[in-house]
């Protein structure tokens, strides 16, 4: 159970963020941090003096889209929107201010030649640079020379280098939210950098103007070229296609480039469509006035509707007499021979209307036979005319199209003529450069403020990597956390010239404080207080086991407890060092029976202490503890002792300490500060945990804590009280 806790706490706290404990660390490493810091900032300000200082001048230019233009010509001025604002646009301009080109035409306009070069790079080139910076006249003869040599190799290297020059000194910066940018020349010649940057800044502006003239004079040109190209192809064409219509004898009438004939056959289709309507329509009443029904446009354009409607009315007036009436009666004889009358005229007038519908049709079908006729006459004569028009028809499109080419071109030779001698400018400078009146680099306080700043970072980051690559326990907390175990006492490191014996025998010090308050928490360790039989081990060799085992024995008869002390490191005893006494027989010759119980013990020389040690290396220690003889030794010496205490071998590594573990009432594991690893004591605590082993705590050895980072120490100074006399005064950390 307690393996797991201690697995599961460990999992837990690797994600819980102490910032206390940071603080602790940089405290801790409060020298290195201190150092690195120092260090930087001494760095940063050597560097700071020993620097050549760099003077920056700048020119601020306002860069439109598009400017002022008198004359609007496609192609010609750069962008087609003259409100609108494009950010490619202005990183397209600063990408020019940044050119090779540009680069070249300074260095060219401020006479940095190949000699000039070569002086800059020699001492005392700063005087020399501002030689060179005087007006061409005052140049010599021979500079003179060389600058007009162009075409020689020394003078193209000589350009490249001074471009390169230009180029190094010079940087761009836009002005945000607004249509401005500054241009910055830094050097080491104030005078320089002003000249450079108000060169760059005038050789940008002549650079646009001459790309916009070059580009009207580059498409006049063209224009002129292929005018003469597209007019002499105008008038070639011309004279074919009037040889040709000549010789075909084709007359052009203007309409879409038909002939007379077929303009003829056109028209004649058009009318005998229209016939072949009429004829229809008409054909349509004839048949429908054969059929024995009247079209109804007829019937009411004539008196048949008329004659019908009276013969209604007779009619009834008839069947009305006839019910008084018998049919020979003279009034009834007379209604019948009205209603006869009107049957005859209605009878004559259909026939007028039928006579009528028939003629109609008659006259439609004889015009469209004419004119049928007359199509099919005209249908060969116009296939004739057509097959001797194509030609005719190539040679004709060929001259429209050259004559529309022809027109294009000089409508825009006469604008890109008159907009070449307009020269609108988008750029502008605002403000000139000026002599700088102070070194823009290097800083003294910005470069000071960036040592304090990367010291400082520096030194954090190498106080933390330090302490993340120390994988040891340093202090209580840390115990209490990696290990899960109460500790029950800190014992404070020893100075340089402070021994263990003299530091033990002044019970006014803190070393021996330390390890009474450790037999006061052994009181409270079990309900029976201090074990009687006590391991002192640890994960390593070098602890501090030994002299604790020694110390809280001497500290237990202080109480007036009688003590056992054994020495049960059976590979690399220490207790006899410590005593002074010669070793004949010990643990090893008890537990290999070679000798009795009280054959073994050793008088301390102190009252109320007695010592078993170690006696001659066994080749078999694990086999000898492991003997039921052990069992028997504790079993003696509880029954004659108060207490016994075993200065136990290091757990790591061995099988002594789990068997003797396993043979005690408790096991109080040591942990030395700064060394310990925190793997080693896990897996110390692991093994022992394995041999069910009764851990009552820890104890940490060798404690510094002005350097652990903990101001005053852990817990209480146990010297204070010693410090002030009889006044009970504690300061705590």
């Excluded at 005052?138 to 350009?159: H, M, N, V, W």
């Excluded at 003294?444 to 040592?451: K, M, S």
């Excluded at 040891?472 to 115990?479: A, E, F, Q, R, V």
């Excluded at 002594?656 to 043979?663: E, H, R």
């Amino acid at each position: 159970m307690l393996a797991l806790e201690f697995q599961q706490n460990e999992h837990r706290d690797d994600d819980d963020i102490d910032l206390l404990a940071y603080w602790h660390i940089l405290v801790k490493r409060r020298r290195l941090i201190a150092s690195t810091l120092i260090a930087v900032v001494a760095i940063a300000l050597l560097m700071t003096l020993m620097a050549t200082p760099i003077y920056r001048a700048s020119t601020v230019l306002q860069i439109e889209k598009q400017g002022s233009q008198v004359i609007q010509v496609d192609g010609i001025q750069p962008g087609n929107d003259m409100y609108g604002w494009d950010p490619d646009f202005l990183q397209t301009q600063i990408e020019l201010i940044k050119s090779r080109s540009l680069s070249e035409r300074v260095a060219n306009e401020l006479h940095l030649n190949q000699t000039a070069m070569d002086r800059l790079s020699e001492p005392g080139w700063l005087d020399r640079m501002l030689a060179l910076l005087q007006p061409k006249s005052q140049q010599t003869t021979k500079q003179a020379g060389k600058l007009a040599a162009k075409g020689s190799r020394a003078d193209a290297e000589a350009l490249k280098g001074a471009a390169w020059m230009i180029s190094a000194g010079l940087s761009v910066e836009p002005v945000r939210n607004s249509k401005l940018v500054r241009i910055n020349f830094d050097s080491p010649s104030p005078d320089f950098s002003a000249r450079a940057a108000n060169a760059i800044a005038d050789g940008f502006i002549a650079s646009g103007l001459e790309r916009r003239f070059g580009a009207s004079s580059y498409a006049k040109t063209y224009l002129e070229d292929q005018l003469k190209l597209t007019k002499a192809r105008l008038e070639e064409s011309e004279r074919k296609l009037v040889l040709f219509a000549q010789q075909q004898n084709l007359v052009d009438t203007g309409d879409k480039g038909q002939t007379l004939a077929v303009q003829n056959l056109t028209q004649l289709n058009a009318a005998l469509a229209a016939a072949q309507d009429q004829r229809i329509r008409a054909q349509a009443r004839w048949r429908q006035a054969s059929s024995g029904a009247m079209p109804a446009d007829m019937i009411g354009n004539s008196n048949i509707r008329a004659l019908q409607q009276q013969k209604g009315a007779l009619q009834a007036q008839y069947q009305l007499k006839l019910q008084t009436f018998k049919p020979d009666y003279p009034e009834m004889r007379q209604l019948k021979g009205q209603v006869d009358e009107l049957d005859r005229q209605i009878a004559q007038e259909i026939g007028g209307v039928r006579a009528s519908v028939k003629a109609e049709f008659d006259a439609a079908s004889a015009q469209e036979h004419l004119l049928s006729g007359q199509i099919a006459a005209l249908r060969t004569q116009a296939l004739d005319v057509d097959g001797r028009s194509i030609q005719y028809n190539i040679l004709k499109r060929e001259v429209d199209t050259n004559r529309q080419l022809y027109d294009g071109l000089l409508q825009r030779y006469k604008q890109v003529g008159v907009a070449g001698d307009v020269r609108s400018n988008n750029i502008s400078i605002i403000d000139r450069a000026e002599v700088p009146g102070g070194r823009f680099k290097p800083s003294l306080v910005t470069n000071l403020a960036l040592g304090l700043l990367l010291g400082g970072m520096l030194g954090v980051l190498a106080a933390f990597l330090l302490e993340f690559l120390d994988d040891t326990l340093k202090t209580p907390s840390d115990i209490e956390q990696k290990l899960r175990l109460p500790v029950l006492g800190v014992v404070p490191k020893l100075g340089p010239k402070e021994s263990v014996a003299a530091a033990a025998a002044n019970p006014q010090s803190s070393f021996s404080e330390s390890y009474r308050s450790v037999r006061t928490a052994l009181q409270f360790a079990t309900d029976h207080g201090v074990p009687r039989t006590l391991l002192i081990s640890s994960s390593g060799p070098g602890e501090g086991k030994s002299t604790t085992a020694q110390v809280l024995a001497h500290n237990l008869t202080q109480l007036g407890k009688r003590v056992l002390l054994v020495d049960a490191d059976l590979r690399n005893p220490s207790l006899h060092k410590s005593f002074g006494i010669r070793v004949e027989h010990g643990l090893s010759n008890l537990l290999a029976g070679a000798c009795t119980f009280s054959d073994v013990l050793q008088p301390s020389g102190s009252e109320r202490l007695d010592l078993i040690l170690a006696g001659p290396l066994p080749p078999n220690p694990a086999e000898l503890l492991s003997s039921s003889k052990l069992i028997s030794l504790f079993t003696v010496g509880s029954d004659r002792y108060d207490h016994v205490i075993v200065d136990g071998p290091p757990v790591l590594g061995l099988a002594d300490a789990p068997i003797l573990s396993n043979a005690v009432d408790a096991t109080l594991l040591v942990v030395t500060s700064g060394r310990t690893k925190i793997s080693a004591a896990q897996a110390a605590l692991k093994r022992l945990v394995a041999a069910r082993a009764h851990i009552v705590g820890s104890l940490l050895t060798k404690y510094d804590a002005s350097t652990a980072g903990y101001g005053y120490g852990y817990g209480y100074r146990y010297e204070s009280y010693y410090a002030y006399g009889n006044k009970p005064r504690l300061t705590k950390s």
